[in-house]
């Protein structure tokens, strides 16, 4: 049985990295690999009862994780439909290319920390439409927003997915985890900003002309601040639910999606149905990407089979005798994630390690935090960031490679050394 679960795992595994090549949606590979997995086990197992009580603790830490998500997303669907994000972005005015390169890093590293990494990249991509008309300054400016929004998100509980899957399952801390890695990720994201801003030195901001088709519904500035800022407190004070109730996160973003949604009912009441139909939180639940939360689900399930059945442990124990450190074992499994899905491999990496062993916010949960969040800089389909740059700007991947990922590279290890100097210092 175990060698049967482990061949589908991996063949599921490869699958999902090489997603584009082979054209098939990762999340149809998720849910097919789920299926076949537990089918496997509970068959194999000979106690169909036993497997059914497993799936069902998985379904219960997988659900906080998905209904979390889900919540956040929504927020922020709602934030951008009253362009909220113009509070932002309006702001950003400079004539010099190598000032907007720092001006736009550091806004995308902070921001990144509040929303999840996808969306501040689409933002702020968005954005560098609007200020910069040569296409070649744009790509070096997307590659600097994939970095900064992964270095900015690895560092607060909400900032990225993987770390929100720490946090939820108990392994980090709010307090611990942004004193632990602000710095480095900081170092992550400012080696290769000054790299750049060298490149780029001297270099005038060319502004394209104004788009007189852009479509985007107009909202009044009270609409945007109100929004903006009620979406952010709510995304913000999620930790603070769950540090004073002690109820899980989730519940904290959905009572937040209530009130958001309170709000959004009471502000446009006076307005015709067709006219407040875009901006209402309905319209942004169907908005939201849903294929992404069911991937979530299909992947959590299937890394949840191996850690019943002990494999996980296993690696684990296999990983100490080969590699023997846990710096290295970790920065092993970062560098990983610039090739294959992060999600999974933190999944895995929680299965692997139990918290008996290693308690929350010890070094193994702070560094994996670190490593997974900003290791998918290195390649452009290494995050959900990289692939929405990709996307938007049609980055080439050997272009990404030749120009980004040396730096994305350096920015890495720069943030290891630092992230393991300062836990020698401060423990």
């Known amino acids: 049985m175990l060698v049967a679960l482990v061949i589908i795992f991996v063949i599921i595994y490869a699958a999902i ?48 994780i998905v209904f979390f998500l889900m919540g956040a997303m929504t927020i922020v ?5 009253h362009n909220g994000f113009e509070v932002i972005t309006s702001r950003i005015k400079t004539a010099n290319l190598t ?25 702020m991509i ?14 070096f400016f997307a590659g600097i927003i994939v970095i900064a929004a992964n270095a900015g998100g690895a560092w607060t509980p909400i900032g990225d ?11 980090i801390s709010t307090t611990a985890i942004i004193k632990g890695l602000f710095i480095p990720s900081l170092v992550n994201m400012i080696i290769p900003l000054a790299v750049t801003s060298y490149v780029l030195r001297g270099t005038k901001v060319i502004v394209p002309e104004p788009d ?10 009270f609409e945007q601040n109100f929004m903006f800022f009620l979406g952010i407190g709510i995304l913000v004070t999620v930790p603070l639910f769950k540090t004073l109730t002690h109820l899980p996160p989730f519940m904290g973003i959905l009572f937040g999606l209530g009130i958001l949604w309170l709000a959004g009912e009471l502000v ?17 639940l169907m908005r939201i990407d849903m294929s992404s939360v069911v991937f979530f689900i299909g992947i959590l399930l299937s890394v949840a089979v191996l850690e019943h059945s002990h494999i996980l442990t296993s690696l684990a124990a296999w990983l100490d005798r080969m ?44 560094f994996m935090a670190y490593c997974a969040g900003t290791g998918g800089s290195i390649l452009i389909i290494g995050s959900a960031a990289g692939i929405a740059a990709m996307s938007l700007e049609k980055i080439n991947f050997i272009w990404y490679v030749k120009k980004i990922s040396g730096l994305a590279l350096t920015g890495y290890i720069a943030g290891v050394f630092a992230y393991i100097i300062q836990y020698k210092l401060l423990h």
């Open 17 to 64: 990295a090489l997603e584009h090549p082979l054209k098939i949606n990762k999340t149809a590979t998720a849910l097919l690999g789920s299926g076949l997995l537990w089918t496997v086990y509970a068959v194999a197992n000979g106690n169909s009862n036993r497997a059914v009580e497993q799936l069902n603790v998985s379904l219960a830490s997988t659900a906080q």
């Open 77 to 81: 669907e709602v934030v951008d439909a």
């Open 99 to 123: 000032s907007l390169l720092w001006l736009v890093g550091f806004v995308t590293f902070f921001l990144s920390s509040v929303l999840d990494n996808l969306t501040t990249t689409i933002v």
């Open 126 to 139: 968005s954005m560098m439409r609007k200020l910069l008309d040569r296409k070649n300054d744009r790509m």
């Open 161 to 171: 997915v993987t770390t929100t899957m720490l946090w939820i399952g108990g392994q």
């Open 212 to 221: 007189e088709t852009d479509s985007r519904y107009v909202t009044t500035k």
């Open 268 to 284: 446009h009441r006076n307005k015709e149905e067709e006219e407040k139909e875009h901006l209402t939180l309905a319209n942004a």
């Open 323 to 366: 590699v023997g450190r846990q710096d290295v074992i970790v920065t092993i499994i970062g560098l990983a994630s610039a090739v294959i899905d992060n999600v999974p491999l933190v999944a895995a990496s929680m299965g692997m390690y139990s918290q008996a062993a290693y308690p929350p916010d010890s070094f193994l949960w702070e």
